[in-house]
């Protein structure tokens, strides 16, 4: 992976002094493509697959979820230390913030769904500083790519009046949580919760998709943050309609 990434920096930084031949052309646009696609992909991935991870862990041992982000912490400041893997520790950087915040709220503070988008936010000033200063593009572009995602989902079960499912559900024992569900469902199929489902997805596909216009990587991984977003509601949706 990383030799792709190398060979990516020769082919578009070295000027050729001999015409170049069609099929010299097309590889040297794959590998450009390649140089933003990659961190895109694993930008929803650390979005997406993470969740289904860090979710059943926090509730039960939140404190060993906590002592991970030191672990995603260190070897993203080991991988910040070489040229070839800086980017990919740039990246994992801003997913050790996302960690770190979902095992707080997730480990201690979720029977409240108002907490969770401030504690989520807690790395914005942090996020700021450092991209004023331009340093750390890539993950904390991710970061507030994984934050603006969580904010509209967070606005969604506001505004489909499913704060009190979220609520109940958080307490509830597991065998009494169907009801919980269902009821939550059934607030969703309606046209209101419904229309919103869909005007607030077109949000985040427009959010994503219009960073993808540009060549540089920070931009790719914030669009990938925020298109996985569609994926994790829609997986959790399908996961709740068959409970």
Not at 131 to 150: A, D, H
Request: with cysteine; net charge positive; hydrophobic share 55%.
């Amino acid at each position: 992976m990383f030799s792709n990434i190398l060979l990516a920096y020769i082919l578009t930084t070295t000027q050729p002094t001999w015409p170049q031949k069609e099929p010299g052309v097309a590889l040297m646009r794959k590998v450009r493509e390649s140089r933003r696609w990659l961190p895109f992909a694993i930008a929803v991935f650390l979005v997406s697959v993470p969740v289904f991870f860090q979710a059943p862990l926090v509730r039960i041992w939140p404190m060993l979820s906590m002592v991970l982000t030191g672990g995603w912490l260190g070897a993203s400041l080991y991988l910040l230390r070489r040229k070839e893997t800086e980017l990919w520790g740039d990246l994992l950087l801003g997913f050790s913030w996302s960690w770190l915040t979902g095992s707080i709220y997730w480990g201690w503070l979720r029977w409240e769904p108002l907490l969770h988008l401030p504690v989520e936010a807690i790395g914005v000033p942090f996020a700021i500083a450092c991209l004023w200063r331009g340093w750390g593009k890539v993950g904390n572009w991710f970061y507030l790519g994984s934050l603006f995602g969580t904010g509209v989902t967070d606005g969604y079960f506001y505004i489909a009046g499913l704060m009190p499912s979220w609520r109940q559900l958080m307490q509830a024992d597991p065998s009494m949580a169907m009801p919980i569900f269902q009821d939550a469902i059934a607030r969703v199929s309606t046209p209101w919760g419904i229309s919103w489902a869909v005007g607030l997805a077109l949000v985040l596909f427009g959010v994503g998709v219009f960073p993808l216009q540009s060549k540089e990587s920070h931009w790719w991984v914030f669009g990938g943050a925020v298109l996985s977003t569609i994926l994790v509601d829609s997986l959790f949706l399908v996961a709740a309609c068959f409970a």
